[in-house]
């Protein structure tokens, strides 16, 4: 399996609860390698943007706030297979449907404060690491 890149972001709501280092964790245990971090608390104009995908959905205003509303960590994982990989691990978006064991249903609590956010094919995936980190601060670990 080719080795990839994927952007991973832990919510507002995963922060909150301290579970940063279980959900890190996770991904390290899966052959997963953390490259890049970066803690910071979006405005509302710029989750506006990451999700300029979502603009016409009726949930993304909801969706902008909340991922407004506090502190997130966002990385940049490495590994074979990482972009399905990272989904895997996730589980699905609604946590009521998310398979035992996964990020999603061990630590989200509905469909709108689900976690984490983790990007859904390789090309986006570039789109969203360079929405947060440049190349100097990709460090592989190959
Ligand atoms: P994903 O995060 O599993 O890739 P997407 O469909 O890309 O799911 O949606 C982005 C985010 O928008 C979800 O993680 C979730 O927080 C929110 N979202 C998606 N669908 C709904 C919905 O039907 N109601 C409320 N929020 C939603
Ligand atoms: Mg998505």
Excluded: W
């Excluded at 301290?18 to 910071?40: H, K, P, Q, W, Y």
């Excluded at 509303?69 to 990482?82: H, K």
């Excluded at 249903?105 to 509905?110: I, Q, Y």
Aim: net charge negative; glycine share 8%.
């Amino acid at each position: 399996m080719a080795i990839q890149r994927t952007l991973s972001i832990i919510k507002p709501d995963a922060v909150a609860k301290n579970v940063i280092g279980d959900i890190i964790r996770r991904f390290e245990e899966n052959g997963l390698s953390v490259i890049a971090t970066r803690m910071t608390h979006l405005s509302a104009k710029q989750a506006g943007r990451f999700y300029a995908v979502h603009k016409e959905r009726p949930f993304y205003k909801d969706l902008c706030g909340f991922m407004s509303s506090g502190p997130i960590l966002a990385m940049t994982l490495e590994g074979s297979n990482a972009v399905n990989l990272n989904r895997q691990l996730m589980g699905a978006t609604n946590p009521k449907e998310a398979e035992e064991g996964t990020i999603r249903a061990d630590h989200a609590n509905s469909i709108d404060a689900n976690a984490v956010h983790g990007s859904d094919s390789e090309e986006n995936a570039g789109i969203e690491i360079s929405f947060f980190f440049g190349d100097l601060d990709l460090n592989s670990r190959l």
